[in-house]
T-cell receptor
Framework: EDKVVQSPLSLVVHEGDTVTLNCSYE??????LLWYKQEKKAPTFLFML????IEKKSGRLSSILDKKELFSILNITATQTGDSAVYLC????????????FGEGTQLTVNP | DTGVSQDPRHKITKRGQNVTFRCDPI?????LYWYRQTLGQGPEFLTY????????KSRLLSDRFSAERPKGSFSTLEIQRTEQGDSAMYLC??????????????FGSGTQLSVL
């Protein structure tokens, strides 16, 4: 069965800290790796990665994919309380018609 | 509001009752997905449509669940004879369906179902 594993499952930091969230996936029919942020309800799209070694950045957030070691990381620098959310990693496969398989998520809490 | 909208936002029902949820995708998106999410877990795929055609259903989806997208626009998800284990957030998402972008899903705020 498809498996996406995220770590840590929860993380508590202080404002200004830098955090790294991890996501490992399966290689079979891999097409893409996506990161979403979920605050209350709707997950919102952050990044989609398809190629190894190319960092994607958006403000204080960045992400990179390693297709050899089958993992991705999401970095958040200079964290703010508004970064508190669940961060979800998802894998898209060639054979799944764009169905995504999500990990459990990492609950990030940023304290003032 | 041009995002994905879902109705109702909350639904409380008694075990054994039928419930129906509605999803209106972003208008130019031809793919529509239903996911279910329980507390502490990531969203779990249920089914998806390309226009009006239902192309895939999860093996986990019981016969009590049925989804439609009759005109390729809005979709409904019906759960018959609800059970307490059906209690979850039901998320709808849509995407353009173009190669290279079709995994980029836009989610609605979900319908929270509580089965008593």
């Amino acid at each position: 069965e498809d498996k996406v594993v995220q770590s840590p499952l929860s993380l508590v930091v202080h404002e200004g800290d830098t955090v790294t969230l991890n996501c490992s996936y399966e290689v079979t029919n891999f097409r893409s790796l996506l990161w979403y942020k979920q605050e209350k309800k709707a997950p919102t799209f952050l990044f989609m990665l398809t190629s190894s070694g190319i960092e994607k950045k958006s403000g204080r957030l960045s992400s990179i994919l390693d297709k050899k070691e089958l993992f991705s990381i999401l970095n958040i620098t200079a964290t703010q309380t508004g970064d508190s959310a669940v961060y979800l990693c998802a894998e898209g496969k060639e054979t799944s018609g764009s169905r995504l398989t999500f990990g459990e998520g990492t609950q990030l809490t940023v304290n003032p | 509001d041009t995002g994905v909208s879902q109705d109702p936002r909350h639904k409380i029902t008694k075990r054994g009752q039928n419930v129906t949820f509605r999803c209106d995708p972003i208008s130019e998106h031809n793919r529509l997905y239903w996911y279910r999410q329980t507390l502490g877990q990531g969203p779990e795929f249920l089914t998806y449509f390309q226009n009006e055609a239902q192309l895939e259903k999860s093996r986990l989806l019981s016969d009590r669940f049925s989804a439609e997208r009759p005109k390729g626009s809005f979709s409904t998800l019906e759960i018959q004879r609800t059970e307490q284990g059906d209690s979850a957030m039901y998320l709808c998402a849509s995407s353009l369906g173009l190669r290279g972008t079709d995994e980029k899903l836009f989610f609605g705020s979900g319908t929270q179902l509580s089965v008593l």
